[in-house]
């Protein structure tokens, strides 16, 4: 089982929450999830838009989240 194209981004919020992330936190430009001392920046909604899947995997290299991990959240 692989990542799905499109992913919407609350789907993601969700994901993060359940694998114990906190947020989204607002920042400057972009909010971001928050993992103890850990941050990781998600995309801004745009009018709903769905987050592909090159743009989730280097959100999730940067999480340290294994795409195993992340569908079975």
Known sequence: ??????????????????????????????PFMRKGTHTVHIPNPHHQQEIGQSLLKAILHEAGISEQEWLQA
């Open 1 to 30: 089982m692989s990542l799905p194209r499109q992913t919407p981004r609350r789907e993601i919020i969700r994901k993060f929450r359940a694998l114990g992330w906190e947020g989204p936190i607002f920042g400057r430009s972009h």
